[in-house]
């Protein structure tokens, strides 16, 4: 929950208000690990292939970039 609602909410509110608590949660958001797959990362998985997909996915940012992708290339 924490990465999905609570982090993008807190950086959206504080962009501009608070450079510096900014720069933390983006490092978070850079560096933490991957959240569980679901449909959507298997989906992206299958179409690049496993050990692309393991080189790919290894952070939350890549994560939701990767729900994107989908989104967007419907």
Do not use: Q, R, V, W
């Amino acid at each position: 929950m924490f990465f999905n609602i609570i982090l993008p909410f807190c950086i959206a509110f504080l962009e501009d208000k608070e450079p510096e608590i900014i720069k933390f949660l983006n490092a978070i958001f850079s560096h933490h690990l991957p959240l569980s797959e679901n449909s959507i990362t298997k989906k992206f998985k299958s179409i690049i292939g496993k050990s692309s997909y393991a080189e790919l996915n290894t952070s939350t940012k890549t994560y939701f970039g990767i729900h994107f992708y989908i989104k967007e290339k419907g």
